[in-house]
């Protein structure tokens, strides 16, 4: 009976050894899934970082219509590169946007003003006006040429020793002509490299030349297309002559300006959109600005006006300058 106690006792101890050692083991054993599982949740943390893009964004709000100071923008890393963005912020200071962005919003090509309008410098305005083939010297002017623009305006259909043709304006920049324009200039080389002939990008006639002119010469423009004919002369651009002004007297403007107040200081001759803003009259334009040679001309209208009888009773005289719009002309009387 004794022994049989001693045989039992052994087997537990024997038994109990036995579970201490699969505990053991099993102690040694790999961590368990979960700490796996984060850890592969690790990995795709780390790839989502790694795709980020190098963006401009700004930093402070940004009004339409005013240029975008240097310190207004940075560069950021987002997960987004969203089309036409901006990796650097150089090329964007003094740009202009054309819609209000707020702080923050990444800055897009889309959003910026672009265009003819970035093509004309301080001061100068996009004027376009009437063109055709003999007007565009056979349709051979391009877009970045400089050309002279000269008038013919009759004075009378009857009366072609009074008609005048002078230089209107001189070296004058070609933004446009017809449907190409100094923006987006048609490629001269086929897809295989090989020239194309000059005549494929117009193959139809242009209508419309788009000059950069100076602000307070676009009333002279405006009322030389409406009172005669236009015609561009094609100039070299390395030439740099033009007319000296100081050898012809000013035209006076259609509005004068405001007498300086007791112990003011006389105001500067009108320049610039000052200028612009007085304006000109047509029978000044044509004149020169003397009264003389207004005088002359209308007393040299009235016996034409007489022996046609388009005058009111046929005794009332007038400047008579004839306009002409494409292929049809007009009498106007001043």
Request: charged residues 25%; positive net charge.
């Given at each position: 009976m004794i022994n049989l106690t001693k045989i039992i006792a052994a087997v537990l101890v024997l038994l109990a050894l036995a579970l201490g050692g699969y505990a053991w083991v099993l102690s040694r054993k790999a961590p368990p899934p979960p700490p796996a599982v984060a850890s592969a949740g690790v990995a795709p943390a780390k790839a989502s970082q790694a795709q980020t893009f190098?963006?401009?964004?700004?930093?402070?709000?940004?009004?339409?219509?005013?240029a975008i100071p240097a310190d207004?923008?940075?560069?950021?890393?987002?997960?987004?590169?969203?089309?036409?963005?901006?990796?650097?912020?150089?090329?964007?200071?003094?740009r202009v946007p054309v819609i209000d962005l707020g702080e923050g919003?990444?800055?897009?090509?889309?959003?910026?003003?672009?265009?003819?309008?970035?093509?004309?410098?301080?001061?100068?305005?996009?004027?376009?006006?009437?063109?055709?083939?003999?007007m565009g010297v056979g349709n051979k002017v391009q877009p970045g040429d400089f050309v002279d623009v000269f008038l013919m305006l009759k004075f009378d259909?009857?009366?072609?020793?009074?008609?005048?043709?002078?230089?209107?304006?001189?070296?004058?920049?070609?933004?446009?002509?017809?449907?190409?324009?100094?923006?987006?200039?048609?490629?001269?080389?086929?897809?295989?490299?090989?020239?194309?002939?000059?005549?494929?990008?117009?193959?139809?006639?242009?209508?419309?030349?788009?000059?950069?002119?100076?602000?307070?010469d676009v009333n002279r423009l405006t009322l030389a297309e409406n009172s005669g004919r236009l015609l561009l002369a094609l100039r070299n651009p390395t030439d740099m002559s033009e007319?000296?002004?100081?050898?012809?007297?000013?035209?006076?403007?259609?509005?004068?300006?405001?007498?300086?107040?007791?112990?003011?200081?006389?105001?500067?001759?009108?320049?610039?959109?000052?200028?612009?803003?007085?304006?000109?009259?047509?029978?000044?334009?044509?004149?020169?600005g003397n009264p003389n040679a207004l005088r002359a001309l209308t007393a040299a209208a009235r016996p034409t006006a007489a022996a046609t009888g388009t005058s009111s009773g046929?005794?009332?005289?007038?400047?008579?300058?004839?306009?002409?719009r494409g292929d049809r002309s007009e009498t106007v009387r001043y």
């Open positions: 190098p963006v401009v964004v700004a930093t402070k709000p940004l009004p339409a219509g005013q207004a923008l940075r560069v950021e890393q987002l997960t987004i590169n969203p089309t036409g963005a901006f990796k650097e912020t150089a090329p964007l200071a003094g919003s990444p800055l897009l090509e889309g959003q910026l003003v672009s265009g003819l309008a970035l093509r004309i410098a301080e001061g100068e305005r996009a004027v376009a006006v009437k063109a055709d083939e003999v259909g009857k009366d072609i020793d009074r008609s005048q043709a002078r230089l209107l304006l001189s070296r004058k920049r070609v933004l446009a002509f017809g449907s190409a324009s100094i923006d987006g200039l048609p490629s001269k080389t086929d897809k295989n490299g090989n020239p194309q002939a000059q005549q494929q990008p117009r193959a139809e006639a242009a209508r419309t030349a788009v000059l950069a002119v100076p602000v307070d007319p000296d002004p100081k050898l012809f007297a000013e035209l006076p403007t259609a509005l004068q300006p405001a007498s300086p107040k007791r112990g003011e200081a006389p105001r500067a001759p009108l320049e610039g959109l000052d200028r612009a803003q007085a304006g000109l009259t047509a029978a000044d334009f044509v004149t020169g046929g005794n009332r005289g007038g400047l008579q300058v004839e306009v002409i």
